[in-house]
């Protein structure tokens, strides 16, 4: 069966946009020539989206229609078409609630951080801000582990500039899970820097 939203908007609450974030894609141009020719978009689409908007993490979309989706969703700007999450693609995610439910959302796209003059590959998992501990749900600790078996740490974000690091058992000596907390946070990384970085590291998530 296949999975849909139904009722579920809680990823137009929890991502930021960035105002300007599409410019390249526009520009430039392949992407969007890939995205048609693989049926992703079409032409006509690509010419009528909404550009990108400041939208803070956290905070409801001006888009969100109460239990309806969104207003404009043929009309969806490029930073909401190219974000999927991994519950609704069901990769792995048999356990998981939707994402309204357990009050998280799971980017279906790795992003990475640095430590220690390492590169280390992270699965990004948004919570909502009204529930810090839902990263706490045993059955996405058990994704999580399944992930660190891959090579996998995961980013928990609490807004755009609130998150830490959360390292499974296989991380770590003692064999327990630890929340890495830092002065200072990495903003999501561009896909560029995203393929450029974990390219360089030979890592792919499995479908």
Not at 106 to 132: E, L, M, Y
């Amino acid at each position: 069966m296949t999975r849909r939203c139904g009722e579920c908007q809680l990823c137009c609450k929890l991502l930021p946009m960035k105002a300007g974030a599409d410019e390249r894609l526009r520009d430039g141009g392949e992407t969007i020539a890939a995205a048609i020719a693989i049926g992703v978009l079409t032409a006509r689409e690509a010419a009528n989206t909404v550009t990108d908007f400041d939208k803070p993490a956290g905070e409801r979309c001006p888009h969100q229609r109460h239990h309806k989706g969104c207003a404009i969703y043929k009309r969806r700007p490029f930073g909401c078409r190219f974000w999927n999450c991994r519950w609704l693609a069901e990769d792995d995610t048999a356990e998981l609630s939707r994402p309204d439910r357990s009050h998280y959302v799971i980017d279906v796209s790795p992003d990475f951080v640095r430590a220690d003059g390492r590169t280390i590959p992270v699965i990004q998992v948004w919570c909502d801000p009204k529930h810090p501990d839902a990263h706490r749900d045993p059955a996405l600790r058990a994704f999580l582990l399944r992930r660190a078996h891959e090579g996998y740490a995961a980013l928990i974000r609490l807004s755009n500039v609130k998150a830490f690091a959360l390292a499974a058992p296989p991380f770590n000596s003692d064999g327990e899970w630890h929340e890495v907390h830092s002065e200072t946070v990495e903003n999501e990384h561009t896909a560029e820097d995203k393929v450029a970085a974990l390219g360089a590291l030979k890592i792919t998530l499995k479908a």
